[in-house]
């Protein structure tokens, strides 16, 4: 158990370092490799937290890893549909271009809630919850540490 609590504080300081580094400065292969001890990070940090055994992990990390990816993908079609509002739009565009954003959110939504019955195929209805939870934990701790806040590793729950 402190074993597993020793290694997610070490990799979540690996991780604060890299989130920092991705302002551009560094290369490209070490962008990449940042981004892999901050995926890294955060796999460590939902384990523990949703307190996954082997088996558990096994069927659950290739399924949230196709979740993860779909999010992503939606999250990223919203930006740049936000990003695009411009000046020399009509009001028809512009109306348009919310209405786009408005459905790349719920299909989010409908993603999330498809997701959460996958999920429980798989781990407890419990470990769901703490997943989200988890999720969002790890998301304010890296902004945290980006901002310089810095601190303690977070709790994980299961002490």
């Known amino acids: ?16 370092p890299a989130v920092q580094a991705q302002d551009g400065q560094g290369g490209g292969g070490r962008k990449g490799q940042r981004l892999g001890q901050l995926e890294n990070a955060k796999i460590a940090f ?9 088996d ?16 992503r993908e939606l999250n990223r079609n919203g930006r740049l549909l936000r990003r695009d509002i411009t000046e020399g739009m009509t009001d028809q565009q512009i109306r348009d271009t ?15 809630k498809d997701y959460f ?4 195929k798989v781990i407890s209805l419990r470990q769901v919850a703490q997943l989200f939870q988890a999720e969002r934990d790890f998301t304010k701790e890296v902004i945290k540490r980006v901002a310089g806040v810095g601190g303690a590793a977070p709790a994980t729950g299961t002490d």
């Open 1 to 16: 158990m402190m074993f597993r609590m020793l290694s997610l504080a070490v990799l979540l300081l690996a991780a604060a």
């Open 46 to 54: 939902i384990t523990n937290r949703v307190s996954l055994t082997q």
């Open 56 to 71: 558990q992990a096994q069927k659950f990390w290739p399924l949230y890893n196709e979740f993860a990816a779909k999010r």
């Open 98 to 112: 919310f209405t786009q954003s408005f459905a790349s959110r719920q299909q989010e939504l409908n993603l999330e």
């Open 117 to 120: 019955d996958k999920f429980q």
